[in-house]
């Protein structure tokens, strides 16, 4: 018998997460760095392209698994005995990050720029205190380096800011490029610079920052204090990523557009080959079954069939032995038919991976309070989907409430609305909204904008007679997705109930990504 990592879970035994835990942090304080690792699955497209020398940008929204790829650089096999720098403590990395927005206040012309260059001096400190055993003249460069002993690296940056702020001689930012440029052409600045880089020479060097998951897109140092970041990255993979140090940002796809279309003064210079974290459907299936395998592995649950070797590249063999044999094929669905049971818990998502765990381990739950664990029946999927998409659904508007805290009375203007309407209809249901806009901010092109990118109304792309809809969303492209008054829409399944949509008759069934043709085959069972 194999050796249990976790207790087994008994039938009736209440609350258990058999897809593990819905956040990488709750995982990696619950397993460790080590236990973490052996769980991570690493076969996805994103952490090939991350590791990439030209890649210094990864834009994901929340739950896509930033934070998960982020500590992926410590880990992964691909490159040898790298040095792994992570800043990735929220409450410090905040107070980093407001320090620089206080005084990036300023038009962006202005404010981008210097926030680009405190960033470049936060980033050598960093490099600095992670190589300082490697070099006489390193130790010496950098002075919050000498006394930050215990300090974690976002607190290390708290220090670095402090200190710089004193050597500034006054607030204006004119002043204060004067002396960043005297602290960075400093001889033993520069020495330290070239002793890092002759041991990034011999050991890869990571710098991987990961940020806020919210933002408020109103205050303007905030968004120039992260746009210096990303100008900030892109300079350095620019110089140094051939040789050796590679900063690697992960920005919210929550405010990438507001980014690429208001703050950024050069986009095309500043933002390339940007990896974005857009999951597709084989991928979060192989990904949720290798969870669910390894847990009933460790708790000898597995049914016969899941004990033989399964490809995990081979989305047809990962549904017939490791997804089929617990969930069964098929489910009815709301129009009465016969659907397959990945997608139809899929589609009560906005395509990532924590959003589907927490799904998964709602379902789970309910088959183990019917004593059918680890077999899930109909009954346990419909239950936990309806349990566990309140849950995602107020996660989502939470995401945006700080640029609208009253998003989820705004979303209200849309309750009763048809299951698919015009865009034209969004017009009309805007006024209702109004007066939970905070001052200045209502329109109705600004309430169609945020109900698209909160991914609540999508376009339809393809409808047929039998109540099958196709749809694309704004988190499944690169792109903001304008609807016009022409276009179709419909409301994500996610938000149907919360907003009490008049069903059609039949019933829509809402297919709310894309499905590519070499997709759609195994999507439709196993067969």
């Given amino acids: 018998m ?5 207790p087994p879970v008994a039938p009736g035994e209440p609350r258990a997460d058999p897809f593990g835990q819905a956040d990488c942090e709750a995982e990696l304080k619950e397993l460790a760095e080590e236990g973490y690792r052996k769980l991570y699955f690493g076969n996805t ?42 800043v990735d403590e929220p409450t410090e990395y905040r107070k980093v990050l407001n320090k620089i927005a206080r005084r990036a206040d300023h038009s962006s012309e202005l404010a981008i720029p210097h926030a680009r260059d405190v960033w470049t001096y936060l980033i050598w400190c960093l490099l600095f205190e992670n190589t300082k055993s490697e070099s006489e003249a390193i130790a010496n460069a950098c002075v919050p380096c ?33 002396e960043l440029s005297k602290l960075k052409d400093e001889a033993g600045f520069v020495a330290a610079k070239e002793a890092v880089i002759g041991v990034s020479r011999m050991r890869p060097i990571f710098v991987a920052v990961d940020t806020l998951e919210k933002y408020d897109f109103g205050d303007i140092g905030l968004m120039n204090a992260i746009a210096g970041l990303i100008e900030a990255a892109a300079g350095f993979n620019n110089e140094f990523a051939a040789r050796g140090i590679h900063v690697k940002v992960f920005v919210s796809g929550e405010i990438f557009p507001h980014l690429m279309e208001v703050v950024l003064q050069n986009p095309l210079k500043s933002v390339k080959r940007a990896v974005h974290m857009l999951w597709r459907a084989k991928d979060l299936l192989r990904l949720i079954a290798w969870r669910y395998h ?27 032995k490791a997804w089929e044999p617990y969930f069964g094929k098929t489910i009815v669905a709301g129009n009465g038919e016969g659907e397959y049971t990945f997608p139809h818990i899929l589609r009560h998502t906005q395509m990532r991976p924590r959003q589907l765990i927490v799904l998964c381990n709602e379902i789970a739950n309910e088959a183990i309070e019917a004593g059918t664990f680890p077999r899930i029946g109909a009954d346990a999927i419909a239950r936990g989907v309806e349990r566990g998409e309140q849950a995602l659904a107020t996660e989502i508007l939470n995401s945006y409430s700080l640029v609208h805290s009253g998003v989820a009375k705004i979303i209200r203007a849309l309750q009763h609305i048809p299951s698919t309407f015009a865009g034209s209809e969004l017009d009309k249901r805007a006024p209702e909204s109004a007066r939970h806009w905070t001052a200045g901010g209502y329109s109705a092109d600004a309430f169609s904008r945020l109900v698209v990118e909160l991914g609540i109304v999508g376009r339809i792309v393809q409808q047929s007679e039998a109540g099958h809809v196709a749809a694309e969303f704004e988190y ?15 409301i994500h399944p996610m938000f149907a109930r919360m907003l009490q949509v008049a069903s059609e008759n039949p019933p829509l069934n809402v297919m709310p990504f894309l499905v590519s043709d070499g997709d759609r085959s195994w999507l439709n069972g196993a067969s």
């Fill in 45 to 86: 497209p994103f952490n090939a392209a991350a590791l990439e020398h030209k890649t210094y940008l990864i834009v994901g929204r929340r739950g896509a698994g930033k934070t998960a790829l982020c500590h992926y650089f410590s880990f992964q096999r691909e490159i040898q005995d790298p040095i792994v720098i992570d």
């Fill in 146 to 178: 000498r006394s930050s002993t215990g300090r974690t690296h976002s607190g290390l940056l708290h220090a670095a800011i402090d200190w710089l702020v004193d050597q500034f001689s006054s607030d204006e930012l004119a002043s204060s490029e004067t």
């Fill in 294 to 320: 390894r847990f009933l592995k460790r708790n000898d649950l597995l049914l016969p069939i899941s004990t033989s070797p399964i490809d995990w590249d081979d989305p047809r063999e990962v549904l017939h």
């Fill in 2 to 6: 194999l050796r249990c990592e976790t």
């Fill in 476 to 490: 499944g492209k690169q792109s903001p997705l304008y609807v016009s008054h022409r276009d179709r829409c419909v």
